[in-house]
């Protein structure tokens, strides 16, 4: 089982005072779970040593002891550790819920959970949910079809994993009623790797059953995920804990006290003001400074017999000759060297060569860093370790006195492990260790690092060994080895920790080892585009592409100028796109590589769709489609499909455009392809819409959001998002629109996506124009056509001018606008008519033929009016042809 503060807290603590507030806050919440049914999230935010953990204790007990029928709560408790790995706090939760202690051997741990897992959600079919509970706990089960279909897209995974423990957290909260409320505790959440906090954030927003879910964390959180508090939305209740006020500090520390009234002694009053006022209202220090006055000798400590002979009382002396000795801490950093003073130097030095080993530590790393410099023995005997055995008493003195923790599970099998109490503490006595010794111990440690089981099966281990290297001087080894974390990390989809692994080693590696470097910049790039660090990303692509050059790999700097390309054309700078695009073609032929080719070609149709070019984009298609059928990869196969139908949709060839978005969709969802599935929803959604089904239409883009929401794809959030919007201002509601489209638009700025962010004003601007507010609409519309010309693609270009018409018609300002309203449709058209997409020109005609029809001046002029109804003849013989019955969709099918 995880480790559980609750439980491991020095006995010599005060009692709770001054926090009310919160515990009843807590309470509340846990009673809105089960009156609502519904999940409720409670974070304690606050300094160190404030006592959010103790809170937390004392309102989980309340919890349990309310009797009056109600069931206790079922708790599951996981504390974030400091340097822990990317998944570290989940997998210590996802532990003590199956009952999977460290050093358990793998196949018992596995048929454990199989069972476990199996029996939670009444299915025997779980091999997608075990993969990927395994790549959280570190073990390994087969890849499913699934799996195997999506195993390059690292995205895709990400939010199959995420989707997953949603799934597992849902199916354990049922029943809360007769089981009790499911109570989920995540202490210390700003030591959380981004990647935890992005999946924790995830769940807290968007489990749908009846669960309370904890949260502690310092204020750094709030930097770390600025987003974190507004993603959980109205579930969320926000706890800032402060220091406790003067009158209930003193109330605290006559209680730490209060052994020594009980013993017939006199507390200082002097010493009971000074504390508090020294202590600044933080509970922890009061306590530190009790810690210090026992160590200081001035409060002895001595058992007193009670009536039961087996059962003694603890009170406490005062020695008044020693107290003006003792000067106490003012500050939390006085105490931390109050205590180091406290320490013998031979504890000292163990306890320096532990911090050395970072946050976490081991019995076994201490033995060998303490026989650096001893001779080692003529004969072994494993039965005469007596420095091992001394090691370990000064350890166990070492916790009672409440400097270090033992974890009651290890890490590594048969190794005895440890934490610091205090990391403070931890933090000044590394500082003590000078450089050249610091050396020999890291050089220890990396060696005996090797030998520990399973220390390659975590990024953890794997960057804590890069560390130790790394510190030891040995830095092309280190360099590896940061390199291999990132590799490990990227394959269980950790991308935050990939990337800084990959950061840390090609900044060791320089100009060494070529094959490394290739590979690094190619993983780093595309981890850095799935964070949504596109210009980082493109450094690394560009990197990439250079030293690929400089050693003549032609498809290896093909795959870093198609990186480069996609980047480009998903912001919307489609000339620099087309450069790299084009060039990444031709490097792929001249190798040879078929797969790269159709890639190729794929990305340089779509390209050519984006600018209207249907003719070149449905020739490049159709042989990228060709290619892939011939090499059988069905994920690319959809893909294709689903391009071909854009590009067919666009050139008013519906009927094919519908059959090639069905048969990608099916694909998808066969394989598995969660990007994949929101794409050619949307895509069949905007069929609907200019089959005027707008409820059909929602329904689709409701289901696309949805999964877009879960795998966390902004840019696929953006374009849906578009469409929502749109759909609600085509069925009536305007304001709904426009609260919709605004959460686009910002999106949309905030990844520096032009292209969506034009295609979100110009929505706004048709959504301000039918909800009859002219100034707005004109502002927005004027603002897409610019930012389309920034992109230089026409038919985003001629959609906006349409638009930019109908604002400039329906302000009726006069001849001066009726003469703009005029030049803006009629460029429109020129546009559409020169890309050949007819949907969007019939969509013109019909705007135009509207405003020619209520022109006063012009009711009279036949001329006018006979253009007006040759222009609505066209516009319907266009739609007509989209009066076509679509193969049903169930939207519920893919999670079914």
């Known amino acids: 089982m995880a480790e559980s503060k609750e439980t491991r ?104 959970l199989r069972e476990q897992v199996a029996a939670l959600l009444d299915d025997r079919k779980v091999g997608d949910v075990l993969y990927f509970l395994g790549s959280i706990l570190q073990l390994e089960f087969p890849r499913s079809p699934l799996v195997d279909a999506i195993a390059d897209d690292q995205m895709q995974l990400a939010a199959l994993r995420r989707a997953v423990l949603k799934r597992l957290l849902e199916a354990d909260a049922a029943n809360s009623t007769s089981r009790g409320v499911l109570t989920v505790v995540l202490e210390d959440l700003h030591h959380a790797h981004d990647d935890t906090l992005e999946i924790v954030e995830y769940l807290g927003a968007h489990v749908q059953a009846p669960m309370l879910l904890v949260v502690t964390a310092r204020p750094e959180l709030s930097a770390q995920r600025a987003g974190f508090a507004a993603a959980l939305g109205s579930r969320h209740v926000p706890l800032e804990v402060g220091p ?16 020594v009234a009980a013993g017939g002694g006199e507390v200082p009053t002097e010493l009971v003001e000074s504390a508090v006022d020294m202590a600044g209202g933080n509970p922890a220090l009061l306590e530190r400074m009790v810690r210090i006055l026992h160590d200081s000798g001035v409060l002895v400590a001595e058992d007193v017999p009670t009536d039961d002979p087996d059962i003694h009382e603890e009170r406490w002396r005062v020695n008044l000759d020693l107290l003006s000795e003792v000067q106490l801490p003012m500050t939390v950093q006085d105490a931390v060297n109050a205590r180091i003073a406290a320490l013998s ?3 000292r030095n163990l306890l320096e060569k532990a911090a050395t080993m970072g946050a976490v530590f081991w019995l076994g790393g201490l033995v060998v860093m303490s026989r650096i410099q001893l001779r080692s023995p003529e004969i072994w005997d494993p039965a005469r370790n007596e420095d091992e055995a001394g090691i370990a008493a000064i350890l166990e003195d070492l916790v009672e006195r409440d400097y270090l923790l033992p974890m009651p599970d290890s890490t590594f099998p048969g190794e005895k492990e440890f934490v610091f109490k205090h990391n403070l ?86 100009e060494d080892d070529a094959r490394a470097r290739l590979s690094a910049l190619h ?111 069905r994920r690319s196969i959809a893909l294709s499909l689903n391009n071909l139908g854009l590009v067919l949709q666009d050139s008013g060839h519906f009927k094919e455009a519908l059959e090639a978005f069905e048969q990608s969709l099916r694909i998808r969802r066969e ?112 603002r897409a056509v610019a930012l389309f010309e920034q992109v230089r693609s026409k038919v985003q270009i001629g959609v906006a001018l349409r638009t930019l018409g109908e604002v400039t018609a329906a302000g009726g300002w006069g001849q001066d606008h009726v003469q703009k309203a005029t030049g803006n449709f009629q460029r429109a058209l020129v546009l559409f008519e020169e890309v050949g997409n007819d949907v969007e020109l019939a969509r013109t005609q019909r705007a135009y033929a509207e405003f020619l029809l209520k022109v006063v001046e012009w009711r009279d002029d036949p001329r006018v009016q006979a253009e007006a109804k040759e222009l609505q003849r066209r516009a319907d013989d266009v739609f007509a042809k989209l009066k076509i019955s679509a193969v049903g969709i169930d939207p519920g099918a893919f999670f079914s």
Request: glycine share 10%.
């Open 523 to 633: 993983h780093y790039g595309d981890v850095l585009e799935l964070l949504g660090r596109t210009e980082e990303a493109n450094a690394q692509f560009t990197a990439m592409q250079a030293l690929a050059w400089s050693l003549h790999l032609q498809a290896k700097a093909g795959a870093a100028h198609n990186r480069i390309g996609r980047l480009y054309r998903n912001v919307g700078r489609l000339e620099e796109s087309q450069k790299h695009l084009l060039a990444g073609y031709a490097l792929f032929h001249a190798a040879g590589d078929e797969r790269g080719v159709a890639s190729s070609l794929d990305d340089i149709g779509k390209l050519s769709w984006m600018r209207g070019d249907y003719a070149a984009a449905l020739e490049d298609m159709r042989k990228a489609l060709t290619t892939r059928k011939r090499l059988g990869d």
């Open 9 to 112: 807290e020095s006995t010599k603590r005060g009692p709770m005072f001054g926090r009310l507030p919160e515990l009843r806050a807590i309470e509340q919440a846990a009673d809105e779970v089960v009156a609502s049914n519904e999940p409720r999230v409670v974070s304690l935010v606050g300094a160190a040593g404030v006592g959010k953990s103790r809170i937390v204790a004392e309102a989980l007990g309340r919890l349990r002891n309310r009797g009056g029928g109600r069931k206790e709560p079922r708790v599951y408790r996981a504390i974030a550790r400091q340097s822990g790995g990317s998944f570290d706090v989940l997998d210590r939760l996802l532990r003590t819920r199956f009952d999977l202690p460290y050093g358990i051997h793998d196949e018992v741990a596995r048929e454990s």
């Open 671 to 782: 394989i598995g392809d969660l990007l994949g599935v929101v794409t050619t929803l949307n895509n069949l959604g905007t069929i609907a819409q200019d089959q005027r089904d707008d409820a059909r239409a929602m329904a689709l883009f409701q289901e696309a959001i949805g999964i877009a929401r879960e795998v966390g794809d902004r840019h696929k959030i953006v374009l849906v998002l578009t469409n929502i919007g749109e759909t609600h201002y085509r069925l009536g509601s305007v304001p709904t629109s426009i609260e919709t489209l605004k959460e686009a638009e910002k999106v949309a700025e905030e990844i520096g996506d032009v292209l969506s962010l034009a295609e979100v004003v110009r929505g706004l601007g048709k959504a301000y124009l039918i909800g009859g507010d002219l100034t707005k609409a004109r502002e927005y519309t004027s």
């Open 425 to 510: 503490e931890r933090e000044s006595l590394e500082k003590l260790v000078s450089t050249t010794v610091g050396k020999k111990y890291h050089q220890a440690l990396a060696d005996w690092l090797e030998y520990r089981t399973g220390v390659r099966a975590h990024e953890e281990h794997v960057a804590a060994l890069a560390w130790h290297r790394e510190r030891a001087g040995a830095t092309a080894r280190a360099a590896g080895t940061w390199l291999e974390a990132g590799d490990i990390a990227r394959g269980r989809y950790a991308n935050a920790k990939a990337a800084e692994c990959y950061h840390r080693g090609l900044e060791l590696l320089g």
């Open 244 to 259: 406790l006020p003067d009158m209930d500090a003193e109330r605290m520390m006559e209680q730490l006290l209060a052994p």
């Open 345 to 347: 130097t031979e504890e």
